[in-house]
Every structure is written in structure tokens, then in C-alpha cells.
């Protein structure tokens, strides 16, 4: 069964430093989102991404992330100079087309930053 | 007011109960409405989702939309332990460019107990 597949399942990142967060969406599938969950809070919207640009984004969102297709298969999140408070697991998620509703999430990637 | 709310419990039932999750929402716009399951430290995974008011029966699962009361009620008839994990209600509806972004509740936590 096809799957989001997302990489490194754990990154510890020292503060000030950038990460690259990496995701491998299902392969028909048009739209792509972040989200983040810090520990015992609920997922966060992050970014939407179809057509390769930012169709939405979230107050969250803000100088300090961007998003990159660079190859047409990956699906990159990067947090340029991270913070404490970065510390969250990121989701990558997935989906076909406008009126296919159905979001597959990946597994996630822990990031510690510290 | 938040956008989406959950009552975050733990709610800990005996296996072959009966469990009512809910849900509240703010956004009249929202025309989605999703169920996804969170087992510990994995991605959410979508349970059932339905458009509009009405509902949903899939399984031992079934999905209530009161539109009129911004409401979301999902039911799982005889429990599992295998059903103990976090349920997400995120409902979402057709952002600017058309894109579906779901957003979620905070999830309640549910243990079923042998």
C-alpha cells in the first residue's frame, strides 16, 4: 500500500542551526502539507502546497520555514534558524486531487532542538 | 472562541462498550468533516470522513454531522483495546484556491480497557 514516507524519524538540531526536513508524498497525489504537533498539543497547520507554490499558510508559518519540491518527488521542509520552541513532531501529508478529500499523513519526524 | 474543540480526556471504557467521541467547531464554512486515529508517537490516520449534515456508517464506526449546532459526534460500537489511541475530529473546508486543510481538534484520548 502506498504510503507518506518521511526522514529522519529523529533530528536533534542545536538552536540557531537549519533543518531539513524531508518528505516522499504518495506519487499521483497533488497536494501537500505540514503540520506540527508539539508534545501534548494538537496538530498545527503549518503549509499547503500544490502546483509547486504555497496554496495556504499559517500564522505559524512564518520567515524562518519554507517549503521546496526540488526534484518532483521529495518534499522538503526547512526551518532555517531553529528555536527551542521548534521542538515539535512534523508531519507531511498527502493527498490527489481537489475533490478527493483524503489527507495520508506520514509517520513524522521528531525534531529536538536543544 | 477556538476553531475546533475536543474534550481531551482520557475517556477509559470496558471492552464492548459503547463510545461517543465529540466535537464542536466555530467556522460555519467548514464542509468536511474528518474522524483521524493517532496511535502514539505515528501520524494520524483517517478513519471516516463525511460531507454535510447526516450520517455515516462504516464497520463499527459511525460518523454524525449536525451542521445547524456546529456538532461531530463519532461512534464506535464494541470497543476494542485495539481502539485505545487519540481520535482527532478535523473538519475543513474549501480554502482559498479550493485546497481542503483540515484542522484539528486537540483529540481525545480513548482506553479501552479488556
Known amino acids: 500500500e502506498p504510503e507518506v514516507t518521511q526522514t529522519p524519524s529523529h533530528q536533534v538540531t542545536q538552536m540557531g542551526q537549519e533543518v531539513i526536513l524531508r518528505c516522499v508524498p504518495i506519487s499521483n497525489h497533488l497536494y501537500f502539507y505540514w503540520y506540527r504537533q508539539i508534545l501534548g498539543q494538537k496538530v498545527e497547520f503549518l503549509v499547503s502546497f500544490y502546483n509547486n507554490e504555497i496554496s495556504e499558510k499559517s500564522e505559524i508559518f512564518d520567515d524562518q520555514f519554507s517549503v521546496e519540491r526540488p526534484d518532483g518527488s521529495n518534499f522538503t521542509l526547512k526551518i532555517r534558524s531553529t528555536k527551542l520552541e521548534d521542538s515539535a513532531m512534523y508531519f507531511c501529508a498527502s493527498r490527489t486531487g481537489y475533490m478527493n478529500t483524503e489527507a495520508f499523513f506520514g509517520q513524522g519526524t521528531r525534531l529536538t532542538v536543544v | 472562541q477556538k476553531e475546533v474543540e475536543q474534550d481531551p480526556g482520557p475517556l477509559s471504557v470496558p471492552e464492548g462498550a459503547i463510545v461517543s467521541l465529540n466535537c464542536t467547531y466555530s467556522?460555519?464554512?467548514?464542509?468536511?468533516f474528518m474522524w483521524y486515529r493517532q496511535y502514539s508517537r505515528k501520524g494520524p490516520e483517517l478513519l471516516m470522513y463525511?460531507?454535510?449534515?447526516g450520517n455515516k456508517e462504516d464497520g463499527r464506526f459511525t460518523a454524525q454531522v449536525d451542521k445547524s449546532s456546529k456538532y461531530i459526534s463519532l461512534f464506535i460500537r464494541d470497543s476494542q483495546p485495539s481502539d485505545s489511541a487519540t481520535y482527532l475530529c478535523?473538519?475543513?473546508?474549501?480554502?482559498?484556491?479550493?485546497?481542503?486543510?483540515?484542522?484539528f481538534g486537540r483529540g481525545t484520548s480513548l482506553i479501552v480497557h479488556p
Open positions: 463525511t460531507y454535510s449534515s
Open positions: 467556522n460555519s464554512a467548514f464542509q468536511y
Open positions: 478535523a473538519p475543513g473546508g474549501a480554502a482559498s484556491g479550493g485546497s481542503y486543510i483540515p484542522t
